[in-house]
């Protein structure tokens, strides 16, 4: 064949999402503002994201910029997320969940040049001004500060936008920030070739159509807000119905009332909703998936869903590798109560043991996944990314098993982060701010089983001589530094912590209840 007659290759070609999906089904509903609220058909919505988009513009924002967005879930921040789609900012997500303190770390860290945020957080936005070095403007969804801007100016801006940039699939969509395991924050990036690949997988695995409707109930800020249903749902043509959060009542007329066929949520949120008095009488007859996420969940919250005739089933998914990674066919739901499944399409995964052999069925190891729905790396952290990412495969730090059939379970961590109420807590990160509290020698944060949250954390605390600990008082400095799931449920006082035989405190020996006294 002569180098002429040679179609070039785009494998670095990526699309504006929205815009196809308005020309395909343009009066279709592709988001609903909460239950019964406003119905936005996908050429509405992508006129608003477009208006977004010429707004950022306008503001002077560009390919590559971060824009970091301090809200709630609501409307605007779901076009925030498109509108990076379509012009190449980053989008860099902060969790409302975390302390001002760990905040500033953050945004530091990004170097924004815009923040947006919603009246829930005007507060804390305000404590942190003094260190908004790199942002040049404020918005606010709401009622703007002095000196900010009100988001409502982008309604007059145009529906149509134009001189799009060229986006690569290698080029970032947002930015996740988690704890490390050195104490400080580390954001992974999920590129726009992370955000589609995962996309693909779970529609062509999940068998996601465009009659299919899902709450967004998740935070946004976490991965799984909008990558585990809205991005496959916009995807297809399916319907998103936003929720600003987890409400019980408003779950169950969802489920009941709202059309819904497709439910996520983590344990926590399963159990209080077995709880509720409406859950002996609720129709769950509509829902067609049923999915936990962001820990084990335990087996009497699955069978109760069973004994309802639902196929409830353990989803599998982490920041960097962007949300959705296996599936477990219904029939086998019930006989493989502990599994996650399979590998969704365009996936490997393998199962080492501490030489970085692969292991044989029935044989523990640490789980590594390689895909292109996996983060290439965290935001401006080498070492991490060196770390983390090993010829091509995501180390996850979770210990698995792979039976002779090719189902897999997810046993635990190999590392010592632990998971309350859906979020990870990174031990290291805790215990860097206990040790700044005047009074400690040593400190260790372990997790421990709880009925509702899963794992809770429990200090580990060695005084220096002399010290008079209240416990009140670190309480309290812990309060003004770390996100309230990160805060231990317990202290423990010890004249020493144990030690391993090279010194490192022995934190299989502190989690023992008759190991330590």
């Known amino acids: 064949m002569s180098e002429t007659n040679v179609i070039p290759q785009t494998s670095h070609y990526t699309t504006d999402w929205l815009d196809k999906r308005a ?71 902060l969790n409302w969940r975390l302390t001002v303190h760990e905040l ?66 290698d080029d970032i969509w947002g930015i996740y920030y988690t704890g490390g395991t050195t104490g400080l924050p580390k954001g992974a990036f999920l590129t726009h070739g992370n955000v ?38 916009v995807h297809v043509g399916g319907t998103t119905i936003l929720c600003e959060g987890f409400d019980l009542d408003e779950s169950y007329d969802l489920i009941e009332k709202g059309g819904i066929t497709h439910y996520v949520a983590v344990p926590t949120m399963y159990q ?33 869903f069973w004994d309802r005739g639902i196929d409830f089933k353990m989803g599998y998914g982490l920041t960097e590798a962007a949300g959705n990674n296996f599936w477990l066919p219904a029939d086998r739901v019930r006989d493989k109560t502990t599994s996650v499944g399979f590998p969704i399409f365009h996936i490997d995964m393998k199962i080492i043991d501490e030489a970085g052999n692969e292991v044989g069925p029935g044989e523990a190891g640490e789980l590594l996944i390689r895909g292109p729905h996996v983060t290439p790396g965290y935001w401006r952290r080498p070492e991490a990314t060196a770390e983390t990412i090993k010829d091509g495969w995501l180390w996850t730090g979770d210990l698995a098993i792979k039976d002779d059939e090719g189902f897999f379970t997810i046993k635990g961590r190999s590392k010592d982060m632990f998971i309350s109420g859906g979020e990870n ?6 215990e860097s701010v206990m040790l700044s509290y005047e009074g400690l020698a ?64 022995d934190k299989k020996l502190l989690a023992d209840p008759g190991g330590v006294s």
């Open 196 to 233: 589609t690949w995962n996309s693909v997988n779970t529609i062509t695995s999940w068998g996601i159509t465009a009659q299919h409707v899902a709450p967004l109930q998740l935070p946004f800020f976490h991965i799984g807000g909008p990558n585990i249903f809205m991005v496959p749902l």
């Open 272 to 304: 209080m909703l077995q709880a509720h008095p409406r859950w002996e009488e609720a129709d769950f007859s509509k829902l067609a998936l049923v999915i936990s996420g962001g820990a084990p969940c335990p087996l009497p919250i699955m069978e109760k």
């Open 442 to 505: 040593e400190a260790a944060l372990i997790g421990v089983p709880d009925e509702v949250w899963g794992e809770v954390g429990k200090a580990c605390l060695v005084r220096a001589s002399g010290w008079e600990f209240c416990e009140d008082a670190f309480m309290n400095y812990l309060g003004e530094r770390l996100a309230k799931y990160k805060l231990p449920r317990t202290i423990v006082l010890l004249d020493e912590l144990p030690k391993t035989a090279i010194g490192k405190i």
């Open 23 to 93: 020309k395909l089904t343009p009066d279709h509903v592709g988001l609903v503002e909460g239950l019964g609220g406003p119905e936005i058909t996908f050429r509405e919505w992508n006129a608003r994201v477009n208006r977004t988009a010429n707004y950022l513009r306008s503001l002077g924002v560009e390919k590559g910029d971060r824009v970091s967005v301090y809200a709630s879930n609501c409307p605007e921040y779901v076009d925030l997320f498109w509108a990076a789609g379509k012009i190449g900012f980053i989008l860099h997500n």
């Open 425 to 430: 807590v990174y031990p290291a990160e805790v």
């Open 104 to 169: 500033r770390q953050i945004v530091a860290d990004a170097e924004p040049v815009v923040l947006i945020y919603s009246d829930d957080w005007s507060e804390q936005v305000d404590e942190l001004r003094p260190s908004f070095d790199t942002i040049r403007d404020v918005v606010a969804f709401g009622d703007p500060g002095p000196g900010d801007r009100p988001f409502s100016e982008r309604d007059g801006f145009s529906d149509e936008l134009t001189d799009l940039p060229e986006l690569e699939m």
